[in-house]
T-cell receptor, first 111, second 113 residues
Framework: QQPVQSPQAVILREGEDAVINCSSS?????VHWYRQKHGEAPVFLMI?????EQKGHEKISASFNEKKQQSSLYLTASQLSYSGTYFC????????????FGTGTRLTVIP | DAGVIQSPRHEVTEMGQEVTLRCKPI?????LFWYRQTMMRGLELLIY????????DSGMPEDRFSAKMPNASFSTLKIQPSEPRDSAVYFC???????????FGPGTRLTVL
């Protein structure tokens, strides 16, 4: 039930954009996005719910395609602080709190 | 707000010993999660509680693992006996309600020799 993330790793220069994808083989109810810096705990970025509701930070955007069972995280005008590993967590049931996390996408932003 | 508190931050033990990891969730949160993170398997949910009741423990790898939440402000994850393959970073997280962000603790890095 673990979702698949792509790419596994990406290197960007400051100011460039990136897209991280999260695909599931099962119908999704919600998708959560987290970022983890090396040696630290994951930090919440965004939640997308079936039906279109979103909760998250203003500077980060994401989409949720229910038919394709996938979500994409859009990072625009990247900054050095965006570096880290991005995880999507998926829930497959209404009211489910348990998440299945993908293997992560390592993003490195260089000057 | 103190955030989620975990202890110890680091634990080194020998195979066969009992290990107890502790977690204090954010006050007022009613859901608590235990995760394990390794390079090979990524971030795995072990068990989660809602209002102190275990809801889903299907991620607990073996009977050697057990978790309790005696009250709303404390939870433990116990491994007995521990094995080298249990070496990982164990995170505790808490949230309020459903469809809300999970706040992760700093983690406990466990090394079993």
């Amino acid at each position: 039930q673990q979702p698949v993330q792509s790419p596994q790793a990406v290197i960007l220069r400051e100011g460039e954009d990136a897209v991280i994808n999260c695909s599931s083989s099962k119908a999704l109810y919600s998708v959560h996005w987290y970022r983890q810096k090396h040696g630290e705990a994951p930090v919440f970025l965004m939640i997308l719910l079936k039906g279109g509701e979103q909760k998250g930070h203003e500077k980060i955007s994401a989409s949720f395609n229910e038919k394709k069972q996938q979500s994409s995280l859009y990072l625009t005008a990247s900054q050095l602080s965006y570096s880290g590993t991005y995880f999507c967590g998926t829930a497959y049931q209404t009211g489910a709190n348990n998440l299945f996390f993908g293997t992560g996408t390592r993003l490195t932003v260089i000057p | 707000d103190a955030g989620v508190i975990q202890s110890p931050r680091h634990e080194v033990t020998e195979m066969g010993q009992e290990v107890t990891l502790r977690c204090k969730p954010i006050s007022g949160h009613n859901s608590l999660f235990w995760y394990r993170q390794t390079m090979m398997r990524g971030l795995e949910l072990l068990i989660y509680f809602n209002n102190n009741v275990p809801i889903d423990d299907s991620g607990m790898p073996e009977d050697r693992f057990s978790a309790k939440m005696p009250n709303a402000s404390f939870s433990t994850l116990k491994i007995q006996p521990s094995e080298p393959r249990d070496s990982a970073v164990y995170f505790c997280a808490s949230s309020l309600g459903v469809y809300n962000e999970q706040f992760f603790g700093p983690g406990t890095r466990l090394t079993v020799l």
